[in-house]
């Protein structure tokens, strides 16, 4: 069992296996902890959806989408995503490079928001 705790308000949830990924969308409601909105796009500049860094976890917001973990399962090492434009192919890659910039990006403490263009990878 995981225990999370979340502020502000305190919020302790009791978490079991099959809801750690509830507990990491409740941290990414909290707006205080947004540290970075990294704009996507795919190598012919649509825009493909959104990367969201808050205190300890990323989210992926497609365009048009609703917010959701990201990768979507923890042990995840590859993503991919389609232009919603009908670009040919997929976009993306080894989520750990990706995962690196999005924190290198939050690093940043005059940076809010960012845009990086996915590779196609397929």
Avoid at 22 to 32: G, I, K, Y
Wanted: aromatic residues 6%; positive net charge.
């Amino acid at each position: 069992m995981i225990v999370v705790t979340l502020s502000p308000p305190m919020v302790v949830a009791k978490v079991g296996s099959a809801t750690r990924g509830q507990a990491r969308m409740a941290a990414m409601n909290e707006p205080d902890n947004l540290g970075i909105d990294v704009a996507l796009f795919c190598p012919a500049q649509h825009h493909v959806g959104n990367l969201r860094k808050f205190a300890a976890e990323i989210g992926y917001q497609p365009r048009g989408g609703m917010l959701a973990a990201w990768p979507q399962h923890p042990s995840d090492s590859w993503w991919e995503v389609r232009c919603p434009d009908g670009c040919p192919g997929v976009f993306g890659g080894a989520v750990d490079p990706i995962r690196q910039e999005v924190k290198r990006l939050a690093d940043d403490p005059r940076r809010t928001n960012a845009h990086y263009t996915l590779k196609q990878v397929g």
